[in-house]
């Protein structure tokens, strides 16, 4: 494949491009046809377009739109992105909170995951749904039952950075069989520190994939 790195366009350029990607194919004549042009004034810009890769040209037949190349080029947009710009709010209950709180705060807030903190503000653990499913089945008593004894704790926690990429969650999620990550500043090295600054989710990469390839 060529290589797929954006050019800027001339303005004329992105104007062949859109009518060709709804005429493809069509031959330069048409186009020049439409833009109110010569053939011989149109040329430079067909070059340019065909060998950076947005258009293909078949003999006989015309342009047509790079449908690959656009592919490649939203797949490489989207995945550079980084979370910073995409990361939701997090939500966020102390550790001593007790399970039947932590329902009623995940129906509430309409999220899957809940993240725990310390007293002093700290990430400490990760509940979901499955571990608030699983403990409301073998026990009765909800309420005097702190999520620090059920959640997935330090330092079993895969976190990203805001400075990560959007490739990097979606890979941490795959590998690790999860839903969600919590987005972290560290605040200190020994012992690991976390601010909680925000989360990413699977619904939130769907969704930045949507809106980069509606722009
Ligand atoms: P659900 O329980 O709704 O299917 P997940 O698939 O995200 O949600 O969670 C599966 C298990 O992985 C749970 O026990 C949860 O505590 C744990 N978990 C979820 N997110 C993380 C994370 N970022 N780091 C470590 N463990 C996690």
């Known amino acids: 494949m060529k290589g797929v790195d954006t050019i800027k366009l001339t303005n004329r350029q992105e104007e062949i491009l859109q009518i060709v990607k709804s005429n493809g194919p069509i031959t330069g004549k048409q186009i020049a046809d439409k833009l ?34 656009e592919m490649v080029l939203q797949a490489k947009k989207f995945v550079q992105q980084q979370v910073a710009n995409f990361k939701a709010h997090p939500i966020v209950i102390q550790k001593s909170t007790s399970v039947y709180d932590a329902i009623v705060q995940l129906f509430l807030e309409d999220v899957g995951t809940l993240y725990a903190i310390d007293e002093n503000g700290y990430l400490a653990g990760v509940i979901s749904r499955k571990d608030l499913l699983r403990t409301a089945i073998g026990n009765k ?21 805001p400075e990560e990429t959007l490739l990097e969650a979606a890979n941490k999620m795959i590998i690790n069989h999860i839903d969600s990550l919590p987005v972290v500043r560290e605040v200190d090295q020994m012992p690991h520190t976390y601010l909680v600054i925000g989360r990413i989710t699977k619904t939130t990469i769907t969704r930045a994939y949507l809106e980069i390839s509606e722009q």
């Open 36 to 69: 109110s042009l010569t053939r011989a004034a149109l040329r430079p810009d067909l070059a340019i377009l065909t060998m950076a890769g947005n258009l293909d040209a078949r003999p006989r037949v015309g342009y047509f739109f790079n449908e690959d190349r």
């Open 141 to 161: 008593n909800l309420e005097n039952l702190p999520v620090s004894v059920i959640m997935t704790r330090m330092p079993n926690i895969i976190m990203i950075k």
